[in-house]
């Protein structure tokens, strides 16, 4: 009844060779007790998170798809079970993971808003925890967004409703000038696995990166210079969002389309051929079900 319940998104994919991997369970993991830990909960060992994944997914590896752009979703969760009624932290919890053979979550480029009264986190709070509060408290202003043929928002911060935070259930990148450019992390901007081996490629790749305050007037200002080369979300459902419409103060504003050797295209083909075991997997990101 008070809010202690916490989960993670995690996906395994079908390799080239036949077997099944798991994309960064381990951060998952971590990100998993630092949630956790701010819903005082109790964290989990990592014997019980990745062992326990794994050993599902030997049971549920029929169930892995094999067609480009899908995979296995997996859903560790946490709930408090104690039956009684009084605000404090539970002496009990239910730990469990379930598993859903999935797609590509979008099908076509992004028509997003900038939300400038409604909040879904403030600093101090709990925005960088993957709590299930912060989902329920974001869904009707999402359902109004979806009302006016948005998929997703772009989430402001909580004091001015100026600077960028996330979008939706993404982290959200931008390409300003050549340049990557992404939100700081902070105590109301969830810490995206993806958005982390986005950041990694980049910086492989001799891109440069910037993580920083970023504000809706710099975007607006940017694409109408043409210095925004291209908007995206990063997330595990997501994986890589490109974004066509940016809505701003009741007007909806295009971006070009992306070429074909747009950032956000080459890291996405990028991922999946690591994912999938068609690239070398230099950074050690995946894990063998069968290892």
């Not at 001015?160 to 300003?176: D, K, T």
């Not at 925004?228 to 997330?235: K, N």
Request: glycine share 10%.
């Amino acid at each position: 009844h008070y809010g202690q319940a916490i989960f993670e998104g995690v996906k395994a994919y079908r390799q080239a060779d036949g077997g099944v991997a798991i994309f960064r369970p381990q951060d998952n993991w971590q990100r998993f007790n630092r949630s956790a830990e701010r819903m005082a909960m109790p964290t989990i060992s990592e014997e019980v998170f990745v062992q326990g994944m794994r050993e599902l997914i030997k049971l549920d590896e029929a169930w892995v798809p094999g067609r480009p752009s899908s995979a296995l979703y997996i859903r560790p969760f946490m709930f408090a079970t104690d039956g009684f009624l009084g605000v404090r932290p539970s002496g009990s919890y239910h730990f469990g993971i379930i598993t859903c053979p999935v797609a590509a979550f979008f099908n076509q480029p992004l028509r997003v808003r900038f939300e400038q009264q409604y909040v879904r986190a403030a600093p101090g709070g709990a925005g960088y925890a993957k709590n299930a509060g912060n989902y329920g408290a974001a869904m009707l202003p999402a359902k109004l967004a979806q009302q006016e043929g948005y998929h997703q928002l772009l989430w402001t911060d909580a004091s001015e409703h100026q600077y960028v935070e996330e979008s939706g259930a993404m982290n959200v990148m931008f390409i300003l000038n050549g340049v990557l450019t992404t939100p700081a992390l902070s105590t109301s901007i969830l810490d995206g696995i993806t958005r982390r081996s986005v950041l990694e490629l980049a910086r492989d790749w001799g891109v440069p990166v910037e993580e920083r305050r970023v504000s809706s007037l710099e975007i607006m200002d940017a694409l109408a210079k043409g210095t925004l080369q291209e908007a995206f979300g990063v997330g595990t459902a997501a994986t890589i969002a490109p974004i066509a419409v940016i809505g701003f103060e009741g007007h909806d504003y295009e971006l070009p389309p992306a070429p074909a050797d747009a950032f956000s295209r080459r890291v996405g083909l990028a991922l999946e051929a690591i994912r999938t075991g068609q690239a070398p997997d230099t950074h050690n990101w995946m894990v063998a079900v069968n290892g």
